[in-house]
C-alpha cells in the first residue's frame, strides 16, 4: 500500500513538476515581455478572478464534495449508478457554470471593482482589466467542467492524465506571448484569449479518457437526485473551508491594487514560486490521498485511514520543511536566475525576493492545509474545516490591515502566511481532539532528524549563496549552474545528514 501510494503522488509530481516548470517559463516569457507593468498588473487580475473562482467552486469546494461521494459510489454501488451519479453532477454543475459565466461576464466591472478596488484611481489600468475579463472569465466553465472529469479520473486511479492537464496551459499562453501578441494593438490582450483556448483545449483533452472508462457524461440536470443533493449539501461549507489559502492570496492582490504599481506582480511572481513545493508536493498528495481515505472510510477501515494520514503528514514535514528553508536563503539567486532581464529590473527582483521570504514562512502551512483537509473531507465533514478557516481568513484580514502600513506589500504575505499556519494548526488540533487521528511511535525522532538536516543544509546554502549584487552581474549561464549546483549540493546534504543520523525507510513507510 505504502508503494503504491508513494509511487502514485510520485507521478503525480513528476507531471506537475513538469506543469510548474512550464509555468516558470511562462512566467519567465511574460516577464521578460512586460515586466512589472501597468498592462501586466490588470492581465494578472483578469486571469486571477476565473483562476481563484476555479480554485474555490472546481477544485476546491466541488472535488473535495464530489470525490467522496463518488468514492463510496465506486465502492458500494454498480457502475450503471456510479454512470447515473456522474451524469446528473455534470448536468447540475454545467448549468450553474454556464449562469455564473454569464453573470461574471456581464458584471466585469464589477467584479475589478471588487477584487482590485486600487484600479479605479488609474483608469487605463481599470479599463484594461474589465477588457480582459471578458475575454478570460469563460475560462472558469471550461475548466471546472476539467476538474470535474480530472476527478473522476483520480478516483479510478488514472491520476497521470489529470496531473498533465496543467501543461497545456502553460503551452497556451507561452505560445500566446511569444508569437500572437503582434497581432493585436494591445500586445496583452493576447495572453487573454491564450487563457480561454486553454480551457477549451484542457477539457477536450480529458474527453477521450472518460469514454475509456465508459464515464463520459450525458448531461442530466435534476437537482434532486439523492447523490446530487448530498455534494451540495457538503460543497456549501467546503466553498470556504478548502480555498481558505486562495482567499487570502486575493485579498493580498486587493490590498496590493492600492499600492505602487508592480506590487500586484511582485506578489504574483513571489506567490508563483511558493506554489513550486505546494503543487509538486503537497497538491500531488492530497490528490492520491483523498480517494484512498475516502474508499478508507466507506469500508470503515479506521486502521488504513489513520495510518495514510500518519504516513502523509511525515513525508509533509520531511519535504516542506528544507523546501521552505531553501526559498528563503535563495529566494534572490531564484528570482535573479529564472525573471531578471527585458523589464524585470533589479529593483522589481530586491522586491519579489521579499514577498517570496516572507512566503516562504507559512510554505509548512500551505501544504499541511492540503493533507489535514483531506482528513475531514474524507469523512464528508466540510462543516469543521469552515469553522477554522473563518478564524484563519479574520486573522489573515487584522494582519493585513495592520502590517500594510508599515511592510507594503510584504505585509500582505507575511499576514498570509501566519493565517496559513494558524489554519494547519487548528486542522490539526481538531483531528486530535475528535479522536480521528493518532500519530504513531517515532514521531520526535523523526522531527529532531529533520531539524538537525536542515540546519546543515542551511549552513551550506548560506555559505555558498553570495549577495545579490555578485549573482546580478553574473551571465544568465553561470547562474544557472551556480543555482543548480547549490540546489543540488543543498538536496545531497540534507539527505545525507538524514541517513547518518539514522532515518531509514522503514520510518516513513505506510505499516
Request: proline share 4%.
Amino acid at each position: 500500500m505504502s508503494k503504491t501510494l508513494l509511487k502514485s503522488t510520485a507521478m503525480v509530481g513528476g507531471l506537475t513538476f513538469i506543469s510548474r516548470i512550464l509555468g516558470f517559463t511562462r512566467d519567465v516569457v511574460i516577464a521578460h515581455i512586460f515586466g512589472a507593468s501597468t498592462s501586466t498588473d490588470a492581465f494578472l487580475v483578469a486571469f486571477k478572478i476565473p483562476n481563484f473562482m476555479r480554485r474555490l467552486f472546481a477544485e476546491g469546494a466541488f472535488s473535495q464534495a464530489f470525490t467522496p461521494v463518488l468514492s463510496e459510489y465506486q465502492t458500494k454501488h454498480s457502475k450503471i449508478e456510479v454512470k447515473h451519479l456522474v451524469d446528473h453532477v455534470a448536468g447540475n454543475l454545467g448549468g450553474i457554470l454556464f449562469w455564473i459565466t454569464v453573470i461574471g461576464v456581464i458584471a466585469t466591472p464589477l467584479l475589478v471593482m471588487i477584487f482590485a478596488p486600487g484600479f479605479i484611481q488609474y483608469p487605463d489600468k481599470f479599463n484594461l482589466a474589465v477588457e480582459m475579463l471578458r475575454i478570460t472569465f469563460p475560462y472558469l466553465l471550461f475548466i471546472a467542467l476539467t476538474a470535474f472529469a480530472g476527478a473522476i479520473l483520480n478516483t479510478y486511479g488514472q491520476f497521470a492524465i489529470p496531473a498533465f492537464t496543467p501543461v497545456l496551459l502553460n503551452l497556451c499562453l507561452i505560445s500566446s506571448a511569444l508569437w500572437f501578441t503582434a497581432y493585436f494593438d494591445k500586445p496583452i490582450i493576447a495572453l487573454a484569449y491564450g487563457v480561454l483556448v486553454a480551457g477549451i483545449i484542457q477539457l477536450t483533452f480529458q474527453l477521450p479518457f472518460l469514454y475509456r472508462l465508459q464515464l463520459l457524461p450525458k448531461p442530466r440536470f435534476n437537482r434532486h437526485d439523492e447523490g446530487v443533493k448530498r455534494i451540495h449539501h457538503l460543497m456549501i461549507p467546503a466553498l470556504f473551508g478548502v480555498s481558505v489559502s486562495q482567499i487570502n492570496l486575493l485579498m493580498d492582490t486587493l490590498m496590493a491594487s492600492f499600492l505602487v504599481t508592480g506590487s500586484v506582480s511582485w506578489l504574483y511572481y513571489s506567490d508563483r514560486l511558493m506554489e513550486f513545493p505546494v503543487g509538486v508536493f503537497g497538491l500531488a498528495l492530497a490528490t492520491v490521498m483523498l480517494p484512498n481515505l475516502s474508499r478508507a472510510i466507506a469500508r470503515d477501515d479506521i486502521n488504513n485511514y489513520n495510518c495514510t494520514l500518519d504516513w502523509s503528514l511525515r513525508w509533509v514535514f520531511l519535504i516542506a520543511t528544507p523546501s521552505m528553508c531553501g526559498l528563503m536563503i535563495l529566494a534572490g539567486p531564484i528570482l535573479i536566475t529564472l525573471f531578471y532581464g527585458g523589464e524585470f529590473t533589479d529593483s522589481d527582483i530586491i522586491k519579489t525576493s521579499h514577498s517570496l521570504m516572507a512566503y516562504a514562512i507559512g510554505l509548512l502551512g500551505f501544504i499541511l492545509i492540503k493533507v489535514l483537509a483531506s482528513g475531514f473531507y474524507s469523512r464528508q465533514d466540510t462543516r469543521t474545516p469552515v469553522k477554522i478557516a473563518v478564524i484563519a481568513m479574520v486573522t489573515n484580514i487584522v494582519l493585513n490591515l495592520t502590517l500594510i502600513w508599515h511592510l507594503a506589500h510584504v505585509g500582505l504575505a507575511v499576514a498570509t502566511s501566519v493565517a496559513a499556519l494558524l489554519n494547519a494548526l487548528l486542522l490539526y488540533r481538531s483531528l486530535r481532539k475528535l479522536n480521528l487521528f493518532q500519530p504513531q511511535t517515532g514521531w520526535h525522532l523523526l522531527l529532531l532528524r529533520i531539524l538537525v538536516a536542515n540546519i546543515f543544509m542551511i549552513a551550506l546554502l548560506w555559505w555558498g549563496s553570495d549577495s545579490v549584487a555578485v549573482w546580478l552581474a553574473m551571465t544568465v549561464f553561470e547562474r544557472v549552474i551556480n543555482l543548480f549546483g547549490l540546489i543540488a549540493v543543498g538536496m545531497l546534504v540534507y539527505v545525507t545528514s538524514l541517513l547518518i543520523f539514522g532515518l531509514r525507510l522503514k520510518h516513513i513507510s505506510l505499516n
